[in-house]
């Protein structure tokens, strides 16, 4: 797995990138709310969190096949 050219330096202006990181947080703290509201671990909130943090990363990884198929 190989990352983006510069993805430490332009990953916090990749719109895809801040809406992945929005969709953690809002979760993150909806899945925080049940726990302390109801008391049940609420599994649902917690893969959403997981789900956009992986989405957030995968934008960032280079997709070799993609670039070999607009070459030719």
């Known amino acids: 797995m190989k990352l983006i050219e ?3 330096r332009t990953w916090h202006r990749l719109w895809s990138v801040r809406l992945a990181a929005s969709s953690v947080l809002i979760n993150a703290a909806d899945a925080g709310y049940q726990a302390w509201s109801t008391g049940q671990t609420p599994w649902r909130s917690i893969m959403v ?3 956009s943090a992986a989405i957030g ?3 960032l ?3 070799e096949d993609l670039k070999a198929a607009d070459n030719g």
Do not use: E, K, L, M
Request: aromatic content about 8%; overall charge neutral.
């Open 6 to 8: 510069d993805a430490g």
């Open 61 to 63: 990884v280079v997709q």
């Open 49 to 51: 969190v997981v789900f």
């Open 57 to 59: 990363v995968s934008r």
